[in-house]
């Protein structure tokens, strides 16, 4: 995959990625999400990878093993280059889905949502009812989804390094929450900038409205790419 921000395409309609898309003359990492999928449907997914880019599907999957790992067969066929699930549905439901995904997919990789990054400790605590720190929590999960054989997580880069202390630098931290200084956090709360994220051990970071919504998409995202991988 791609070692380039992740740039989550946070759009309605095909006609507003494609547009994005157009300003660009370079293959670029793209995250396709829930709110875009299910409005244009895996026709879109095509179009972006005949342009040559990288697409990382992030749809969260949570349900009953069976589904999980009968949806993770389908969308293998779709040849994206990064998909996930939420850890929170435990170990076998993450092992379906490793085993739906090589069913018809041998490349992708799969990786897990550990805590969302706009997840704060006091909603760990309050609502989710869970009794130990984020970090613990977050490589509880961390954990769970290597031992089930996937890929890495998704993760906050504040989490990166004890991620990388208890599974290993291989393990894939994919990290959004990531904004350049200055830049508005909007609704996620757990943030650093691309600098701390290569810093702390994230492994790819995924960053959004600070490109899509910028006045000069492409000058912010050369920005945010020298911050992160070194002079553009």
Known sequence: ??????????????????????????????????????????????????????????????????TVGKTMEGLGRLNVDLVNVHAAGGSVMMQRAVEGLRRTNPDTKIIAVTQLTSTTEQQLHDEQQIDMSMEEAVCHYAKLAQDSGLDGVVCSPLEAAPITAHCGAEFLKVTPGVRPANAAV???????????????????????????????PVASYQQITESWVGKW
């Open 1 to 66: 995959m791609k070692q380039t921000p992740i740039i989550a395409l946070d759009f309605a309609t095909k006609e507003e990625v494609m547009t994005f898309l157009a300003k660009f003359d370079t293959p670029l990492f793209v995250k396709v999400g829930m709110e875009l999928f299910y409005q244009t449907g895996p026709a879109l997914l095509e179009e972006i990878k005949e342009q040559g880019h990288d697409i990382f599907l992030d749809l969260k999957l949570h349900d009953i093993p069976n």
């Open 186 to 216: 909007n609704d996620q709360k757990r943030v650093t900038t691309p600098e701390q994220a290569k810093a702390l051990g994230s492994t790819h970071i995924v960053v959004g409205r600070p490109i899509t919504q910028s006045d000069d």
